[in-house]
Every structure is written in C-alpha cells, then in structure tokens.
C-alpha cells in the first residue's frame, strides 16, 4: 500500500480522465513541473496503483448494440470445472469481462452482441456449451454512468 497525498490523488484523477495527456500538461494542470510529475507517475506506475493505459472502445459505435450481464452457477465446484470453465470462457470473443464472484452465481460475465437475436446466438452456441454451466442469469443492460474510480 501507498501513502497518496492530494497531489498524487488529483494526478490520478486526471489520468483517469485522459491517460493519454503528456507529463508537461498534467504538470501545468496540478502546478508541477514537467520532471516532478513524471517522476510521480513513475512511483505510482511502480507502486503498482495502475498497470498501464487501455483504450476505451464504444460497444455502439462499433456495431454492437445489446450489452447482456450473465449471473453463471457451475454445476459441479470442483477445481478442474472452476478452470475448465475460466479457460474456456476467455477464448470467446463476445465475453468482454469475466467475475469470479460471492452470491448467487459462481461468476458475472459481460457479454456484448449486435443485438438480440446475436446475443441469443452466442448464448446458445458458446455460452450454453461450456464447461460446468449450470443456472444462467441474464440482465440487459439499458443504461450506464461510468465512474472514475474510487478517487473520482
């Protein structure tokens, strides 16, 4: 664990907002000069408080309308269907997140899809034949408010 000051958390915040912006302008930005603030980035990036950049695609403009949460139960918890059914979810595409969670299902998986009948066809075809599924859960997505993190 690190100690964040205010300035480590505004710069955090600011990268959260645009991670693509140069060391200069997030020093302008926080009152920093250009060396003191990559400097800061650099003990952040090595503390391990982030890993790197990822670039945010929008789902819609790229043709994929529907974004469908899957509650998954396993039939069986043994540890080759846990890892069965880990290796053979992450080989499909459409799956865009997998969650190993606590609750009523065994995993959370975000899966988006040109449409419905799109998502009934990777449901059907991929998801249904995995290893171990047991009880699906599906909830649509109808709309979403991204946050920062939890120092925005």
Not at 28 to 44: D, F, H, V, Y
Not at 119 to 145: C, H, K, Q, W, Y
Request: with cysteine; net charge positive; charged share 30%.
């Amino acid at each position: 664990m690190i100690d964040l000051d205010e300035t480590d958390r505004a710069l955090l915040r600011a990268l959260a907002q645009d991670a693509t912006a140069s060391a200069g302008a997030l020093g302008r930005a926080l009152g920093l000069s250009q060396p003191a603030c990559w400097r800061r980035i650099k003990r952040l990036r090595e503390a391990g408080v982030f890993r790197g950049a990822q670039l945010d695609m929008d789902a819609q403009a790229l043709g994929f309308g529907v974004t469908v949460f899957l509650g998954v139960k396993l039939a069986a918890k043994g540890r080759s269907s846990v890892e069965d059914f880990e290796r053979a979810v992450q080989a499909i595409p459409e799956v865009q997140t997998v969650e190993h969670v606590l609750g009523a299902y065994d995993y959370r998986l975000r899966v988006v899809a040109r449409d419905i009948s799109d998502f009934e066809r990777v449901l059907r075809r991929r998801i249904m034949t995995l290893p171990g599924v047991g009880n699906l859960d599906a909830n649509v997505l109808l709309s979403e408010e991204r946050r920062l993190g939890p120092l925005g």
